[in-house]
C-alpha cells in the first residue's frame, strides 16, 4: 500500500462488528479497510461470509455514535494497528452504495466508528483517475498485453463495402486538437476534405461535427450525430457545415434533422451562442424536435424513483404516487419513442437522419444506440452490443467520469450527474421484456454494465473521453470490461438462452402499460426481487421446454412477430408479473 492511500487510513482493522445487509440475517466478525476495499470476515470456521466492496462503489455514508456513561474508555491504536474498541461506546455506519444496495455496520467503539467513516469517505471519493482500483486490479487470467477494445472506426469502415464509394475515415483529429471528444478517427463523406471538416467543427459545440455512426444495409440510409450547431443569436451560418451535411445525403434526398431539445429550448439556447439549422441554409433537411430531459432533471427523477423503492412503509397508492411523480418511465418513454422515431425515418421512409442535441453526449447518444438496437441484428448479439456501447459511448465522450460520479444516494450537490447511461440500460431491458428472444444477452448483462458505469475493477468506464484515456495511459494500465465479459466462461452467465436471430427490426411498444419498472434494478435488494428472481427462473426453464417441444424439427424460427411467436412466451412474463 503506498504513502498515499495509508495517510487516509486512520483504523485498519475492527474486531466484533456486526453487518447487517438486505435479505441476509446479521452477521458479526472483522472489518478491514484497505486502499480500494472495505472488506467484512464472518467467524465462522466452515460457511463463514465474506464480503468484498469496491470503495468506489459507496455513493454516501451516514455514521452514529453513542457513548455510554459510567464506562472507562481506552485510547485508540496507532494507524494500520487491530482495535480492540472503546468500552461503553459505540457507533453505527450505514452504507449506501451507487448499484443501491444499502449495508449497515454496527462498530464497538465510537472513535472506531468515525475513524472507519471517515477512511470510507477519503478513498471513495478520490480525485486521481490513476489512483483508482482498476490501475491496480491484476487478475491472473488476464493480461495487459491483451488487445484493450473490441472494434475501432477503422474495423467499422471496413467491415462495410458498401460504404467506400461514398464515405471514407478521416484522420483529421489525430491529436485531438479538432475535437476533444472524438477519437482520432471518424467516417465522414468523401466529398468533404479534412480543411472543409476542421471548419465546419467550429461551427458545433465542443467540435463535434456530423459523423457517420450506423449504415443501414437495406437501403444504404445513415445515422449521424453531432452536437448543436453556434448559430447564436445573428444567425450565423457556416458553409462547410451545410456541405458536410448535404454530402451526406443524394440531391435527390431528404434528410431529417432529429433535435432532443424542445423547440423553445433550441430557442433559448441561442440567446446563449447556441442554436439550430436553419430551414433557410439547409434546404435538403427537415429538423423535428423530440423533447429528452437530460442533466439534472434526470438525475433528480433518479433519485426520487430511488427513494420510493426504499420506502417500506408506504401502500399501493402511495408508491405508484411516487413512481409517478419520479417520471422515471417517462423518461424511458421519450428516449424509445424518438428511437422509434429516427428508425422509422430510416427504415420505413427511407431517409438518412442526424441526431443532436445541445453537447451532443447525453441524449443524442441514447437515441442513436436504441435507433441501432431496433433497426440492426447485429447490434442485438452479445458481442455486437457490447461494440454498440464502446462506439457510441466510450469512443464517442459520453462524459462517464462526471455523469456516474454519484448514483442516487449521494448527498453531496450535484454539479454533471446525469443518469443516461442507466436510462440506456433500462430502455435495452424494456426491448428484452417485450421481445423475450430478440436479444442475445440477458438481463444479467445490463445489470453488470449499470454497477460498473459507476464503480468497477475495469477501465473502460473510468473517463470522458478518447483523449483523457491516452492522456492517462488508460489502455496500457488497465483491463477492458467488455474483453473480460467476452471470455468463455464469464460470457455464459449473461446470454440468453432463448435467443434466435433475426434480420427483421423489433418495433417496441412504448403504450404506458408497456412499459414497466426494471425490478431487477430498482427493486434488487428487495424480498420482492429475490421472490421474482426465483419465479423467473422456473418460467424460463418452462419456457425453453415448451420451445424445444413446439418447434417442429429442421425447422429454424426466422421472424419476430409482437402476435404470434411471443404468445406463449408473453402469457408467461404476465403470470410473472401476476407473481
Not at 49 to 70: C, F, H, P, T, W
Not at 270 to 297: D, I, P
Not at 358 to 373: H, K, N, R
Not at 513 to 542: C, H, K, N, P, V
Request: charged content about 25%.
Amino acid at each position: 500500500m503506498t504513502m498515499e492511500f495509508s495517510e487516509h487510513i486512520k483504523t485498519a482493522n475492527v474486531d466484533d462488528v456486526v453487518l447487517k445487509l438486505p435479505l441476509r440475517p446479521a452477521l458479526k466478525g472483522t472489518l478491514c479497510v484497505t486502499a480500494h476495499h472495505l472488506v467484512f470476515s464472518e467467524r465462522k470456521e466452515e460457511g463463514s461470509y465474506q464480503l468484498l466492496l469496491l470503495l468506489r462503489s459507496v455513493d454516501a455514508i451516514e455514521k452514529s455514535v453513542e457513548n455510554l456513561l459510567g464506562y472507562p474508555q481506552y485510547p485508540s491504536a496507532g494507524p494500520g494497528q487491530r482495535m480492540t474498541g472503546l468500552s461503553g461506546s459505540s457507533g453505527t455506519i450505514v452504507i449506501k452504495c451507487k448499484d443501491l444496495r444499502i449495508l449497515q455496520f454496527d462498530i464497538p467503539g465510537m472513535e472506531e466508528c468515525l475513524n472507519v467513516a471517515s477512511s470510507i469517505e477519503a478513498l471513495s471519493s478520490l480525485e486521481s483517475v490513476t489512483e483508482l482500483y482498476p490501475f491496480f486490479h491484476r487478475p491472473r487470467e488476464l493480461s495487459l498485453s491483451e488487445p484493450w477494445g473490441l472494434s475501432s472506426p477503422q474495423q467499422q469502415y471496413a467491415q462495410t463495402e458498401r460504404l467506400w464509394d461514398r464515405w471514407r475515415l478521416s484522420k483529421v483529429n489525430r491529436n485531438f486538437s479538432v475535437c476533444m471528444s472524438y477519437p482520432r478517427t471518424v467516417i465522414v463523406p468523401c466529398a468533404i476534405d479534412d480543411i472543409t471538416l476542421a471548419k465546419a467543427a467550429s461551427f458545433r459545440q465542443g467540435g463535434r461535427f456530423p459523423v457517420l455512426c450506423y449504415y443501414h444495409r437495406s437501403n444504404g440510409m445513415v445515422i449521424m450525430r453531432s452536437s448543436q450547431p453556434m448559430t447564436g443569436a445573428n444567425r450565423k451560418r457556416c458553409r462547410e457545415d451545410e456541405l458536410l451535411l448535404q454530402a451526406a445525403i443524394d440531391e435527390s434526398e431528404m434528410g431529417y434533422i432529429i433535435d432532443t431539445r424542445s423547440a423553445q429550448q433550441a430557442q433559448q439556447a441561442r440567446m446563449a451562442g447556441g442554436g439550430f439549422e436553419s430551414k433557410a441554409f439547409y434546404h435538403h433537411w427537415r429538423r423535428l424536435h423530440r423533447h429528452l430531459e437530460r442533466g439534472k432533471v434526470l438525475q433528480e427523477s433518479l433519485i426520487k424513483l430511488v427513494e420510493a423503492c426504499g420506502d417500506p412503509s408506504q401502500n399501493m397508492d402511495r408508491w405508484l404516487s411516487k413512481l409517478e411523480n419520479s417520471k422515471w418511465l417517462s423518461h424511458v418513454h421519450s428516449a424509445l419513442s424518438t428511437a422509434g422515431l429516427v428508425a422509422e425515418c430510416v427504415e420505413r421512409d427511407g431517409h438518412s437522419v442526424l441526431v443532436h442535441g445541445f453537447e451532443g453526449t447525453d441524449t443524442t447518444l441514447l437515441v442513436t444506440s436504441l435507433a441501432q438496437l431496433i433497426l440492426d441484428p447485429a447490434s442485438r448479439t452479445f458481442r455486437g452490443f457490447l461494440q454498440l456501447l464502446e462506439r457510441e459511448w466510450v469512443q464517442a465522450g459520453h462524459p462517464f467520469r462526471q455523469r456516474c460520479a454519484h448514483s442516487a444516494h449521494s448527498h453531496a450537490r450535484l454539479r454533471q450527474e446525469c443518469p443516461a447511461f442507466l436510462l440506456l440500460l433500462d430502455a435495452t431491458w424494456q426491448l428484452g421484456r417485450q421481445f423475450p428472444l430478440a436479444l442475445e444477452f440477458s438481463e444479467v448483462l445490463l445489470l453488470r454494465l449499470a454497477q460498473d458505469a459507476y464503480a468497477s475493477d475495469y477501465g473502460t468506464f473510468l473517463c470522458s473521453s478518447e483523449q483523457e484515456r491516452c492522456a492517462l495511459q488508460v489502455k496500457e494500465n488497465t483491463h477492458c470490461l467488455f474483453q473480460f465479459l467476452l471470455r468463455r466462461e464469464e460470457r455464459e452467465k449473461y446470454v440468453n438462452p432463448l435467443y434466435e436471430a433475426t434480420d427483421l427490426a423489433i418495433w417496441p411498444s412504448v403504450h404506458p402499460q408497456s412499459l414497466q419498472l426494471w425490478t431487477g434494478l430498482f427493486l434488487r435488494w428487495t424480498e420482492y426481487a429475490q421472490t421474482m428472481d426465483e419465479a423467473r427462473e422456473e418460467i424460463w426453464t418452462i419456457v425453453k421446454e415448451r420451445k424445444e417441444t413446439d418447434r417442429p424439427k429442421g425447422c429454424a424460427h426466422t421472424t419476430l412477430s409482437r402476435h404470434d411467436s411471443f404468445t406463449n412466451v408473453e402469457n408467461l412474463m404476465d403470470e410473472l408479473t401476476v407473481l
